[in-house]
């Protein structure tokens, strides 16, 4: 296995110094290292992949070095427009590294949702003529950074492609804010302010584990729409779902980080006078479902800001008995409500036994109810 410190040294020695990108599960050490070991230094957590490649496009502009960009493979969907239409070589020629969890990879066991992603990873790469490298608990230290120094001379791009179990574990745990209430406590109490008939959004992580586990321990249909992957779509998915029904209260129940990804849709869904829309955050100031890497939010203006994007109802809410006092299905939306939680769940949370397309098809039925 690969310490995470002691690669990132040897790319510093490389002149390797700027690193931005969103935190996947397989390589949850290496992000504990930049904050850890390097303090942060020249390391930007990323709202997205896109926004990343721009800020390593910029970084290498100002300094002629190399920065390195960090993904899931499932994030190669946001970075294509921009390596396709300003960092490629006939274009801007901008060399960069790149480093990707490779979710899904052919022949292991995953979720549904990374399969597809996981079987075209390298043919994307190469489709994009982007050289790679396969690396995991077996690779070679010294070869590795053989090819990432020919590629850094030769000023190509070079892609990491990252196995599970190639970095050695690392304990660490990012803050935990245990003074706050669960997401999971927090999910029950919103749960139960509404009806049966209200139809639920869930954002992908484990968010939508914790609404499937607390309808199967409550012996609940689970009907909800789980949106298990697409991370920040499931607002965009809620519009669609509101201008298609008007007759019952649609909650999209979103995080923090998701919302960051793509927060532009906000702004159609607060201005679009949909009174039976009510949209639920769980702020807990992290990327908790792959390893509890801290976003931005909470430097952010929240309340303002919704309000700026159209929402006619904005509420910050901490102590969940405040939650009570809402009359959550008298709110007239688009409302939102904010709610802070801890950055931790359970170890062990179930997960759903329907597949997406079942899980689609009991959504579709409960509409039609």
């Known amino acids: 296995m690969i310490k995470a410190k002691n690669f990132i040294n040897e790319l510093k020695r490389l002149n390797v110094d ?18 850890f070991d390097f303090n942060d230094e020249n390391h930007i957590i990323s709202t997205n992949e896109g926004s990343a490649l721009g800020m390593c496009m910029g970084y290498n502009i100002a300094t002629e070095k190399v920065p390195l960009i960090y993904m899931q493979n499932s994030g190669l969907g946001n970075f294509i427009n921009p390596y396709t239409s300003l960092l490629y070589e006939d274009i801007y020629k901008i060399p960069f590294l790149l480093l990707i969890g490779w979710r899904g990879e052919p022949d292991s066991v ?7 992603q996981g079987k075209i990873t390298l043919q994307l790469l190469k489709l994009l003529e982007i050289k790679f490298l396969v690396i995991d608990s077996e690779s070679n ?7 990432i120094n020919s590629s850094i001379s030769k000023k190509e791009p070079l892609a990491l492609v990252v196995k599970k179990g190639t970095f050695e574990k690392d304990d660490r745990f990012f803050e935990k804010s245990e003074h706050l209430e669960t997401r999971k406590n927090a999910l029950s109490k919103v749960v139960n302010n509404f009806n049966k008939e209200t139809l639920f959004i869930s954002t992908t992580g484990k968010l939508s584990r914790e609404l ?3 309808r199967k321990n409550n012996n609940q249909e689970h009907n909800d729409l789980y949106v298990v992957g697409g991370m920040g779509h499931a607002s965009a998915i809620s519009t669609g779902i509101l201008y298609g029904i008007r007759n019952k209260t649609v909650v999209c129940l979103d995080g923090d980080g998701a919302v960051l990804m793509h927060m532009g849709n906000l702004g159609i869904l607060g201005n679009s006078g949909m009174k039976n829309f009510v949209h639920i955050i769980f702020n807990n100031s992290a990327h908790e479902s792959v390893g509890g890497q801290p976003t931005i939010y909470n430097l952010i203006d929240s309340k303002n800001l ?7 109802e904005v509420f910050l809410i901490e102590d969940l008995e405040d939650l009570d006092d ?15 939680v801890q950055n931790s769940s359970d170890s ?11 899980n689609k098809n009991s959504f579709i039925k409960k509409i039609n109810e």
């Not at 700027?18 to 904050?35: A, C, R």
Request: glycine content about 4%; cysteine-free; charged content about 25%.
């Open 110 to 116: 995953d979720e549904p949702q990374h399969q597809f």
């Open 212 to 214: 499937y586990e607390l």
């Open 18 to 35: 700027f690193f931005s990108g969103v935190p996947d599960s397989l390589m949850s050490e290496f992000s504990k290292s930049l904050h």
């Open 326 to 340: 809402l009359e959550m299905l008298n709110l007239i939306g688009p409302a939102l409500i904010e709610i802070k």
């Open 141 to 147: 230290f010294d070869e590795i950074f053989q090819t």
């Open 348 to 358: 062990n949370l179930m997960r759903p036994d329907k597949t997406p397309l079942e």
């Open 306 to 312: 919704y309000k700026s994007l159209g929402y006619k």
